[in-house]
């Protein structure tokens, strides 16, 4: 295997943040993106589909709806990734215009520069948003250009945005929609356009083609993007160029429409967005390879990013506040200096203090980062409740070893084909504590489309200690009978989903969607919105449609077992307080006398209810031991966990009933 490029990534650490990497308040690291939508403004994409009646069919021409998809897909990114970079570049105008200032600028002839690449604003959305909706304004800017654009001054043109507006972010895309499959006139021109795709590509720039197909007509890839698009890592040359399948303007409604289409494509191109690690898997004494680690699930909530000043005329003017953070003395208020600063741990009500020497080897005590393979389980060792924390995505990586995706290919196809585990002894970070975890193989998933979901890799699920289980409460006591369960399966089969797979990405967090769209409405100046839309309320329509009947007959069911039930309890209880009045109104038997509050003589088998009785009466239910109590509730099918108080409360609650 081939060694780390220097001593830091060796040991797991993360180089300093460049200009395109950023921590956030996780930890994570995050790196920006730079997307430039390149939108074909022709004849045939500014063409509507023909009039229908049926409601699913679509309205908008290709243009139009790739203007709508990078206005949703710009609301977005302006919660989910604030610090990423958007433009919108219009090909084939009339109109020419390269920035703000030169609007007339004729070095990129017919392409129009209509958002510039940037962190979009609430001024961007508003004018992107009365494109979309003013059908005039439309009108005056997407005038087709007689003689059209070459794809070379095209691509020309994207590298000179890429350079000049984002010339250190290492993840930057060109976003090509159109539906000319040939757009070279002759081999001289198709040459300049593959030279400009190149230069491209050596910047590190990834362009992604969404194909349009006209009615009727088949997009052919072959005939020029073949040569055009490169693979989707410019890490790996020899990966194959994505295929992506070419996107139909349907007439009728019985196929996705083209927006929705175009929106699920675009979705499906995002790159990993938040690298948790990179740290080297080692195998075995001296083999290593590198591997990233990706947080695949998480937890989305609404969070505070900044804090804004409103202190301009009326308060119209804001501005993002800086904010400066400084220790004080509480007597004197003076401001302590960094170097003055001592870290402590108490300890029996005083502080410890430890020279930062010392801090760094307690900390580091256990190693530096690292993901080491202890040995082999098979995957059935692994009950379900032992995911108790959110698992992390683990991916090769050549950055720091050669050779790594072979090894890291070879390991999961081992453990996939031998439905085994490995338990691996893992270190996230410097300063952070071991943990025994589970890498467990994962297959790559598909979807409809035949586009990948989920990427064939492994998961590093961390295994919970015993403080973290918690034992299952008690259910001995609830029992039900095969009549309620068959009667129950009827509700269950009519409340199935379709293909009986649960989406969760149909159901948005109506909180969170109501606080950004509150957010939205103060930013760009709308109307605030009067009724959340909460697609997590139950169809109860539809619910009872299909299965109100057999809930009322499951509900039926169960008071009449309930009502069954409480009468046979009624009447053995009558009996058995029959029976012990009976026993108790005649003598009773001697008992050796005992000091008040000692423990009265026990036996070896459970007590008798008239022996608990007569405890009870006398206050001796809490004298006896936990063993005797154990006793007397299992003999009567009660629970017997707990303290002793809860014990003695279950006894005489019991005893209540005789």
């Avoid at 924390?389 to 290919?409: C, L």
Wanted: one cysteine or more.
């Amino acid at each position: 295997m081939a060694e780390p490029t220097d001593e830091k990534r060796r040991h797991g650490e993360e180089e300093e943040d460049d200009d395109e990497e950023e921590a956030d308040e996780s930890g994570y690291k995050t790196v920006k993106d730079a997307v430039l939508f390149a939108i074909d403004v022709s004849d045939s994409m500014l063409r509507r589909p023909p009039p229908s009646d049926d409601k699913k069919a679509d309205r908008d021409s290709p243009t139009s709806a790739a203007l709508k998809c990078a206005y949703q897909l710009m609301q977005q990114r302006i919660i989910s990734h604030p610090k990423d970079m958007m433009g919108i570049l219009l090909f084939g105008t009339e109109d020419t215009r390269f920035d703000e200032i030169n609007s007339g600028d004729q070095s990129y002839p017919h392409c129009y520069l209509l958002a510039d690449l940037d962190v979009p604003e609430a001024s961007d959305v508003k004018r992107l948003r009365s494109l979309v909706e003013d059908e005039e304004e439309a009108a005056k800017l997407l005038v087709p250009a007689k003689e059209g654009v070459t794809m070379a001054n095209l691509l020309f043109c994207a590298n000179q945005i890429f350079t000049t507006r984002a010339p250190n972010f290492s993840s930057r895309r060109l976003f090509l929609v159109t539906d000319n499959d040939n757009p070279a006139a002759d081999k001289g021109a198709k040459d300049n356009a593959i030279t400009r795709a190149r230069d491209l590509y050596d910047l590190g720039v990834i362009i992604e083609l969404f194909p349009i197909s006209k009615p009727g007509v088949g997009f052919d890839r072959a005939k020029f993007y073949d040569d055009l698009v490169y693979s989707a890592s410019p890490s790996d040359p020899d990966a194959p160029a994505p295929i992506s399948s070419a996107t139909k303007v349907s007439s009728s409604g019985d196929g996705i429409s083209l927006l929705q289409s175009l929106i699920s494509s675009i979705n499906s191109k995002a790159a990993p967005r938040r690298a948790l690690f990179s740290l080297p898997l080692e195998l075995g004494p001296d083999l290593r390879i590198g591997v990233k680690g990706y947080v695949i699930i998480k937890r989305q909530a609404a969070v505070k990013s900044c804090y804004i000043w409103m202190g301009g005329e009326n308060g119209e003017k804001k501005q993002l506040a800086v904010v400066n953070t400084m220790p004080m003395t509480d007597d004197s208020v003076r401001a302590v200096e960094k170097v003055d600063l001592v870290k402590a741990y108490k300890f029996g009500g005083e502080a410890v203090t430890f020279p930062p020497e010392q801090i760094k080897l307690i900390r580091q005590c256990f190693g530096d980062p690292i993901i080491r393979i202890i040995g082999f389980k098979p995957v059935s060792m692994l009950p379900i409740w032992a995911n108790t924390r959110t698992p992390t995505f683990i991916y090769p990586s050549e950055a720091d070893y050669i050779g790594s995706t072979r090894v890291f290919s070879a390991l999961q196809q081992k453990l996939l084909k031998d439905n085994k585990m490995a338990l691996v002894w893992y270190i996230a970070r410097k300063n952070a504590g071991p943990v025994i975890a589970a890498l467990v193989p994962g297959v790559e998933r598909l979807g409809e489309g035949g586009e990948q979901v989920m990427p064939p890799g492994m998961w590093l699920i961390p295994l919970p200690f015993v403080d973290d289980i918690r034992d299952n409460p008690d259910i001995s006591l609830v029992k039900t009978t095969d009549d309620l369960t068959d009667l129950m399966r009827n509700v269950v089969q009519q409340l199935q989903l379709p293909k009986a797979i649960y989406d969760p990405s149909r159901y948005p967090n109506p909180g969170l969607q109501w606080f950004y769209r509150i957010l939205q409405s103060l930013a760009l100046e709308e109307d605030m919105p009067e009724k959340l839309e909460d697609k997590t309320v139950p169809k109860y329509r539809q619910i009872d449609k299909r299965a109100g009947e057999f809930v009322v007959e499951w509900g039926q069911a169960l008071e009449s077992e309930h009502a069954l039930r409480l009468k046979n309890r009624s009447n053995a209880a009558a009996l058995k307080r029959e029976s012990a009045t009976d026993k108790l109104s005649g003598p009773l038997p001697k008992r050796i006398k005992t000091e008040r509050g000692a423990t009265p003589a026990g036996e070896d088998e459970a007590d008798s209810d008239e022996k608990m009785l007569r405890f009870r009466k006398t206050g001796a239910v809490r004298t006896l031991t936990m063993d005797r109590l154990r006793k007397y509730l299992g003999s009567r099918g009660l629970g017997t966990k707990g303290k002793k108080g809860d014990l003695v409360q279950r006894v005489e609650e019991y005893l209540e009933t005789i």
